[in-house]
């Protein structure tokens, strides 16, 4: 007869993918066009061109993003155990057997990554996790792993994260107990205004947390030093007594009385800004009210605003009253120039394709005649800052420091920049460890093979650590 008699008309709305007899594609999905029009929202508040080209995308892209980096709200632990339980002969409760005290398994350097809660910033995760096995049955390994990271894609803080994975390993294996260990990383709070005067910023924000269940709940109990020797064989030094509960403190530096986002401050917030990114929490499946929740679109919008574009007079220490003169620098055409350098000058930038920040480390070399002061460090390191606080991209950012030392000096430049971006970790690739170095070459850089090389073997193999 009809199409409802056929079975051709679904009612059923599952994930906001299905309607009526229509499968939606990730575009049209009611929480992708709701995140897309947020970040919309955000990008003008930044002062920028929703529609100028290398921007036009970007709400689709962030939108992709996140969803991905918090797919943990549409997965259950228990769907990744069940069918992986295999009976192993032997194992049961009895000390000394695999079943017991000599049985622990342990899974080391899980790499994770996870939003931070409070700022919804990624921070890394190197996770440890180890299991006694009983009952007659272990699990397939690497749904250890999937397990983990089915709390790790959600808004987390390590304690709750820790806690989190060790349950529901313990309620699904059934083992004779669980423990987890996290070592997790979050990026400091650069302060756009102090970062012109200064280019140590606030340090990397370390945390190491524990959880345990079973045999593992006595955290005196032999279990645990036999878990932490098997990570110490490899290298992986973490000691019981430096691991905290971080549920009565703030880890983030957002939460920080030292940090850059002071809570005092908050209230003076873009809060159309602030509602935008309520409206992106609830499209990830979170609740804005949640009382963890409930000041982090905020905190986030004022970390966004550090990347705003202004009209502001570069303040480059003295850029304008300390211009160097091309022609009294380069001096007399005859005398051999040497190549000056300056190495190492930190910088923050925020990612426009995805609006997640990247970092790093600028190499600057310059040729001028011998006897002429070479320039300050303090304005090299306030015009890296200047163009590093704004949506960039690297190559863009390695191009416009160039030209502008160039504008300086009257042509001979070279620059080196090294990246970590949140994005390659924080998405669909998850490539932990990678780093990005583009180069910009000027004037006789551009033609002397001999002086590009000279520059580049002097920047030390371990200039760049990634953090």
Not at 43 to 53: A, K, S, T
Not at 82 to 89: C, D, K, M, R, V
Not at 190 to 195: F, I, S, T
Not at 318 to 347: A, M, Q, T
Request: proline letters at 4%; one cysteine or more; aromatic letters at 8%.
């Amino acid at each position: 007869m009809g199409a409802l008699d056929e079975g051709h008309f679904c009612s059923e709305l599952e994930n906001g993918v299905k309607l009526g007899c229509i499968e939606l594609s990730f575009e049209e999905e009611p929480e992708t066009i709701a995140i897309e029009d947020a970040v919309k929202v955000l990008m003008q508040g930044l002062g920028e061109d929703v529609n100028r080209e290398g921007l036009k995308k970007t709400p689709l892209r962030v939108a992709k993003a996140l969803r991905e980096g918090t797919r943990g709200y549409r997965q259950k632990a228990k769907d990744i155990v069940q069918g992986a339980l295999f009976p192993e002969s032997g194992l049961d409760n009895t000390v000394g057997h695999a079943g017991g005290a000599g049985g622990l398994v342990v899974v080391r350097d899980l790499d994770l990554f996870s939003y931070c809660e409070s700022c919804m910033l990624p921070f890394q995760v190197k996770c440890h996790v180890g299991y006694v096995p009983s009952g007659q049955r272990v699990v397939g390994l690497s749904k250890l792993s999937r397990v983990a990271d089915v709390f790790a894609k959600r808004l987390q803080e390590p304690q709750h994260l820790a806690d989190e994975v060790c349950s529901a390993l313990q309620h699904s294996i059934k083992p004779a107990g669980v423990a987890v260990v996290l070592q997790c990383l979050h990026i400091p709070f650069p302060k756009v205004e102090l970062a012109f005067l200064d280019s140590n910023h606030q340090g990397w924000v370390e945390l190491l947390v524990s959880s345990g269940s079973g045999v593992f709940e006595n955290e005196n109990a032999n279990l645990w030093a036999d878990f932490l020797n098997l990570l110490r064989f490899r290298g992986i030094n973490v000691e019981k007594n430096r691991m905290r509960d971080s549920s009565d403190q703030h880890w983030c530096p957002s939460r920080s009385p030292s940090g850059d986002i002071a809570a005092s401050k908050i209230e003076s917030v873009n809060q159309g800004m602030v509602t935008a990114v309520a409206s992106i929490l609830r499209s990830l499946g979170e609740d804005p009210l949640r009382k963890e929740l409930v000041g982090t679109p905020a905190r986030f919008v004022k970390w966004l605003m550090n990347f705003q574009t202004t009209n502001l007079d570069m303040k480059l220490n003295g850029f304008v009253s300390d211009r160097v003169d091309p022609l009294k620098f380069n001096g007399d055409g005859c005398k051999e120039k040497k190549i000056h350098s300056e190495l190492n000058l930190s910088f923050w930038s925020q990612c426009e394709h995805h609006l997640l920040p990247f970092y790093g480390v600028v190499h600057i070399g310059y040729l001028c005649t011998e006897g002429f002061n070479p320039i300050a460090k303090s304005l090299l390191q306030s015009i890296v800052c200047f163009y590093g606080f704004k949506l960039q991209v690297q190559e863009r950012l390695t191009r416009q420091i160039a030209e502008t030392i160039s504008s300086l000096l009257g042509g001979d430049v070279i620059v080196v920049v090294e990246a970590n971006h949140t994005c390659m970790i924080s998405r669909g690739i998850e490539k932990f460890g990678s780093s990005t170095a583009t180069i910009a070459v000027l004037g006789r850089f551009s033609t002397d093979p001999a002086a590009r090389a000279k520059f580049l073997q002097s920047i030390p193999n371990t200039a760049f650590s990634g953090r």
